[in-house]
Structure formats: structure tokens, C-alpha cells
């Protein structure tokens, strides 16, 4: 995808003088820029509408959600590659920022040659991604029996132990099953493989991540993320009570 005015950027900022200045400087540089939104709720309605080839999404945002919980529903629901402007760049809110996926961060305040060089490498990654994504077999499936899931891997079905998995993630177009010796990648969305799931043992802590509860090590102090042996996975703030609950019965 090269730059044109076919490119259309979404600008998702609470600050509206920044966003026109930052509007301004995108439609000198030859991108179309077909919205402006102060709020994450107005954007998803906004890419549901039109959507962006790239979306410029500042951390802070007025509403309900911030533009990292925005960028996690991008993420899953319409994959649109987000560009996060912060201010704050501690490591805190970077490795939050990190689970939603974003393809780069640009510190406020930046130049203009910031702004370009950011978009332009992500135009190219988008390029190559589009013309090294696997094609995956169209009868990509997940059966289950009692113990066990049987996935299709590499020409063949193959059967997963549901007593090794760790956790299955959304990503983009497809969903991955983590187990404790490999990860598994499918062409079928993360709705598919927890239906397989008994949930007695199986649980979605968030909208991207449905997890083993019997495989957690620990949980944050504020019951923000969980940890299955290295990975640290997020918990969304409606499922935090009924974590804490499953992992008293488990």
C-alpha cells in the first residue's frame, strides 16, 4: 500500500486544536482523512461506517474507554492497524498499550517528520503483510472430545490436550491456542475455540484472551492482569469479580 489519497486515517483525539493540527498536516502529506472522534465509542461507530486504512489513536480519550481499551476492540472486531499518540510514556502504560497491538507509538509533542516516517513504515508494513499472509485452508476447524480438542495443523487434525493448554488469544484474523509445548495457529475467530471449551475450567477474562484457570500462577494486586507461567495476560475490568470468584472454586 503506497501513500495516496486513497489512504484514509481516522484521527481519534480528545484534544481538538492537536487533532486539526494533526489533520491538517496528514491532508499536506496526501492522506484523506475522513473523521475526527473525541471519544472511543464514536469511533468504532465511525470504522463501522467507513473504514480507516490507519487509525491515529491518542491513549487518553473522553468516554467511557480510554484509546488503549479502544485499540483492543479495534484489534479483534475490524483489525485496523492503530498508531498510539501518548504524552505518558512510562512502561506502565507502554506495556498496556502493548496488548492491544498498535503497529507504533509517537511521543507528543512530535514533528512533523515524526508523523511521516511513522506512516510511512507502516504503510510498508502493512504492504508485507499483505503478501506474506498465509493462506490458510478454508476448512480450518476445532472438534472436541471430552479430554481433547483436534485442530487442523499442517495438513492434518491433531490433537491438543485441553490439560495442556495455557490460553487462547485473539489475533487479528485469526486466534492462536497456547499450550505448553507449542502454539497452534488457526484461521477461525477466539468465539469458535471457547465454544469447544468446558467452562468449568475454561474462562474469557477479556475480550482477546480466554484462559486455563487451572494453569494461573498469580494475579495482580488489583486484579489487572493474571500471569500462566511467562505470559502475562490482561483481565477486563466487567470480569474481574467473576475471576477472582472461578479462581476460588478451581
Known amino acids: 500500500m503506497e501513500k495516496n489519497i486513497s489512504t484514509k486515517i481516522l484521527m481519534v483525539e480528545d484534544d481538538m486544536i492537536i487533532a486539526a493540527d494533526i489533520s491538517m498536516q496528514l491532508t499536506k502529506l496526501g492522506y ?14 465511525t ?8 487509525i491515529l489513536m491518542d491513549i487518553v480519550l473522553t468516554g467511557k474507554m480510554n484509546g488503549i481499551e479502544t ?3 479495534v484489534l479483534e472486531k475490524f483489525q485496523v492497524p492503530v498508531i498510539f499518540l501518548t504524552s505518558n510514556s512510562d512502561d506502565a502504560t507502554f506495556q498496556q498499550a502493548s496488548l492491544a497491538k498498535p503497529y507504533a507509538f509517537i511521543s507528543k509533542p512530535f514533528q512533523k517528520s515524526d508523523l511521516e516516517r511513522t506512516l510511512k513504515l507502516t504503510l510498508q508494513r502493512i504492504a508485507v503483510e499483505q503478501d506474506s499472509e498465509p493462506i490458510l485452508d478454508s476448512t480450518d476447524h476445532v472438534s472436541s472430545m ?50 469447544q471449551l468446558p467452562p468449568n ?31 502475562q ?9 467473576e475471576v477472582v470468584k472461578r479462581l476460588k472454586m478451581v
Open 32 to 45: 484523506e482523512v475522513i473523521g475526527i472522534n473525541t471519544r472511543g465509542e464514536d469511533a468504532l461507530q
Open 201 to 231: 475450567n475454561f474462562f474469557r477474562v477479556h475480550r482477546s484472551f480466554v484462559v486455563n484457570l487451572k494453569k494461573i500462577d498469580a494475579i495482580s494486586e488489583h486484579h489487572e492482569y493474571l500471569t500462566i507461567q511467562s505470559h
Open 146 to 195: 471430552e479430554d481433547r480438542l483436534f485442530i487442523r495443523h499442517k495438513d492434518q487434525m491433531v490433537k491438543v490436550l485441553l490439560s495442556e493448554i495455557l490460553y487462547a488469544e485473539a489475533d487479528r484474523n485469526y486466534c492462536k491456542i497456547h499450550t505448553e509445548k507449542q502454539t497452534y495457529l488457526l484461521s477461525v475467530p477466539l468465539r469458535n475455540i471457547e465454544s
Open 47 to 54: 470504522i463501522e461506517n467507513n473504514r480507516p486504512d490507519i
Open 71 to 73: 485499540a483492543q476492540i
Open 233 to 241: 495476560v490482561p483481565i477486563s475490568r466487567r470480569s474481574k469479580e
